[in-house]
């Protein structure tokens, strides 16, 4: 067994470091267009709207039954094949478009969970006021439901960014791609996969701190 | 702001089982009305019916120049209801993202489209009738029973409702709170807010109502002014159950 070669996965951290805004960028566009469907799939759930509501159940199926990687692989070599104006996907945009959808899915059933477990008198209080549905959602259940799932929202977002790394499959380099292609040039395996490993890690313990700094001060304001 | 009500054969199945089994009603404007009666006779399904909290399955109710075929109410109607009634619950249900301010202010600013100054205005005087001016700021979960009670009532006394509805107002306060809330409510009676009110507490009933009405199993078994109904009631019924509540 021989020692890391330590030179060279100093000399990689810059390297690596220089894909950190397309991991970051991927994952926070797919965080927030995933959060944003997620709320909206998970308010049809709540209401019941007839036919929609069916409609949203299969692809809450779909997209928690089935690997993300194959459904970046419908997207990017799949799609183009039967729109033809897709041609050109690329490949950042087809990840983003799986994840999106992918962890929309799972955020939509954590949402419609939170929203489920806000107290029943907090609807008949809004309605006996006379809220409207739409009013009572935004004004008193979701605010309630926001904080109770806000930790479980933060784990998928970690769970998006080391999804992100699917995205080489994809052809795109970001971090993994990058560290992917040093890894052929220099044979160092263990080091490079290390160092990348190790920048993930790192991305996700900042946030991870982030997240308690976050709960701390927001579980300020009292509920319940 | 205050209107004649009338409630004409209204009727509430929880599937098989009847709750309410044809109920006539009518208040006059400022008219206080106590309702009586054993647990599980539909007294609460009654008031949670009168404004949709539960949706009642045949009957009409009139609210002034607003009249409502409840099995064929649509979402205006019974927003209409709603807008023109107001509720205070059994174990407060307040708004436990808002703070008490907030509480009172949220139907007058979401639901009837006042400024946030003119909102603000009102909520101050409230909190002052119901006795909390330096709890404006305080979040549910950092106030008493009482409290939270009484911001209850709070944030139904600022729609200014033709028909206030209480459903055992005081039933899920620590003794020591009860008395402060009933306070609160014999204010807003003696100010003649048409009012029906589902309690246990005799002697409030009597004081307060200017009427008694006593139900059984889904019905109206008798009514009539207090000191008929506690001194004289002529249904066996209604004197079987005062002898064990008395």
Redesign the interface.
Known sequence: MQGLNIAYMLDLIPVIAGYVPLTMFMAVVSMIAALVLAAILAIIRVMRIPVVDWIVAVFISFFRGTPLLVQLFLFYFGLPQIFSFLVEIDGVTAAILGLTLHFSAYMAESIRGAILGVDRSQWEAAESIGMTQIQLLRRIILPQAARTVAPTLMNYFIDIIKSTSLAFTLGVTEMMGAAQKEAAGSFLYVETFLVVAIFYWVIVEVLSVGQRWMERHLGKAVVR | MSCEINVKGLVKRFGQNVVLNGIDLSLKPGERVAIIGPSGTGKSTLLRCL???DRPDEGRITLGDLSVDVARAGKQDI?AL??R???V?Q?Y??????NARQNIT??LT??RGWTREKADARAEQILAQIGLADRGDS????MSGGQQQRVGIG?AMA?DADLMLFDEPTSALDPEWVGEVLDLIRRIADGRQTMLIVTHEMQFAREIADRIIFMDGGRIVEQGPPDQIFGNAKDDRTRAFLRRVG
């Open positions: 404004n949709f909290l927003l709603r807008r009634t107001s509720f619950f174990n249900a307040l708004f436990a993202n808002k949220e139907g979401v639901v979040y549910p979960a950092a944030r729609l």
